[in-house]
């Protein structure tokens, strides 16, 4: 299971940074992916980093706010958030992808989800 931590309540406008502590296992994946959910609203796809490729993914919504990295000596995956919004409001996930049957942006692919960490964006 992955753990993620950094939530917090923050201005809009302002900047958090989420980290998310995988064991060894997860990181033979093909790679890991945030998610977050909202109130009320199903849990949608946030962010991706491909451990062969390195290459990111991100949703339309958080392109050029957010950025995910890995680091692999410590076996961890950050989710540096910039410019904040009051509709960036959810817990957030972050998961490992298993298969790539599916999407990186499906939640379909992705096992071993952490228990989310809140992030409150206040206007």
């Known amino acids: 299971q992955l753990v993620e931590y950094g939530g917090g309540l923050v201005q809009a406008g302002g900047s958090l940074r989420l980290s998310c502590a995988a064991s060894?296992?997860?990181?033979?994946?093909?790679?890991v992916g945030w998610f977050r959910q909202a109130p009320g609203k199903e849990r949608e796809f946030v962010a991706h980093v491909s451990f062969a490729s390195g290459r990111t993914y991100y949703a339309d919504s958080v392109k050029g706010r957010f950025t995910i990295s890995r680091d692999n000596a410590k076996n961890m995956v950050y989710l540096q958030m910039n410019s904040l919004k009051p509709e960036d409001t959810a817990v957030y996930y972050c998961?490992?992808?298993?298969?790539?049957?599916?999407?990186?942006?499906?939640?379909?692919?992705?096992?071993?989800w952490g228990q989310g960490t809140l992030v409150t964006v206040s206007s």
């Open positions: 998961a490992a992808r298993i298969s790539s049957a599916s999407s990186y942006s499906s939640l379909e692919g992705y096992a071993y």
């Open positions: 060894g296992l997860t990181f033979s994946s093909i790679g």
